[in-house]
């Protein structure tokens, strides 16, 4: 199963993405974590990228659709994947749709004022990667031990920035994947484990439906 996830930044793509993979036996592919680990281990690709996610701003699509391709063509996406914030433009979409099978999109809704907050209060560990909030954890420090942190783009302004950045360039994409057929709202508002229940039941309905195209009976 081939999965794309849209969302405004702060929907819940990554906490929800973690539970999809795990249940569902995907391969998760977040070009923002790609991004942020290159940056970190100052690659050359990290060095490209780094002012573009300090503002707020998208990184370019030939660089960003590279970067999708080459994840896409390693051998254990063969067993189906699940992109987190790959579209996100009309350009990236196009491509996609020129190389790849996608089986369902799902698109995370959730208001602006709920995603702000979400974001200027989350942290996240630079070590294992699990992400907090501390409006629901108050430690300073993750489960393995690590300081949390506080992600660079997630300062007021910058986030106001990334709203603004998403509306502008990739919410168009909800009305291409309608007009394709193959996308899926899910209520994003509520907690985490509320959101899971809706996205299980709407991936389970979508994975019954392949099994049943493909098994010739
Ligand atoms: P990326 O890392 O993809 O960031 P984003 O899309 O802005 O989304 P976030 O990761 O901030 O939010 P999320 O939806 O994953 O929410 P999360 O689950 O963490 O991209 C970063 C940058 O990389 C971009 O700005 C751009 O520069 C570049 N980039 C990436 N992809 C690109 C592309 N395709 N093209 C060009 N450039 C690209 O949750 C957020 C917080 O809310 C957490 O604290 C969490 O605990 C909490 N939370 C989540 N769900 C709930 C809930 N249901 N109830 C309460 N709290 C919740
Ligand atoms: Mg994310």
Request: charge should be neutral.
């Amino acid at each position: 199963m081939n999965i794309v996830l849209l969302g405004a930044p702060g929907a819940g793509k990554g906490s929800q993405a973690k539970k999809i993979v795990e249940h569902f036996g995907l391969v998760h592919i977040s070009t923002g974590d790609i991004f942020r680990k290159n940056i970190k281990e100052q690659t050359e690709l990290g060095k490209q990228v780094e002012a573009y996610l300090e503002r707020g701003e998208l990184v370019p699509d030939a660089l960003t659709v590279q970067v999708v391709q080459d994840r896409l063509s390693q051998a254990d996406c063969q067993k189906g994947w699940m992109l987190d914030g790959f579209p996100r433009t009309l350009g990236q979409a196009g491509i996609l749709d020129q190389k790849q099978r996608i089986d369902l999109v799902l698109n995370l809704t959730v208001d602006f004022g709920v995603v702000e907050a979400r974001l200027v209060s989350r942290r996240v560990c630079p070590a294992c990667g699990l992400v907090y909030n501390t409006q629901t954890y108050a430690e300073s420090v993750c489960v393995c031990g690590e300081r949390l942190v506080h992600r660079a783009d997630d300062q007021s302004e910058t986030v106001k920035n990334r709203l603004a950045v998403y509306q502008a360039q990739t919410e168009p994409l909800i009305e291409y994947y309608e007009k394709a057929g193959c996308i899926k709202n899910i209520d994003g508002m509520g907690s985490v484990e509320d959101v899971w229940e809706r996205t299980r039941e709407v991936l389970g309905a979508t994975r019954n439906f392949l099994r049943a195209m493909t098994c010739g009976c």
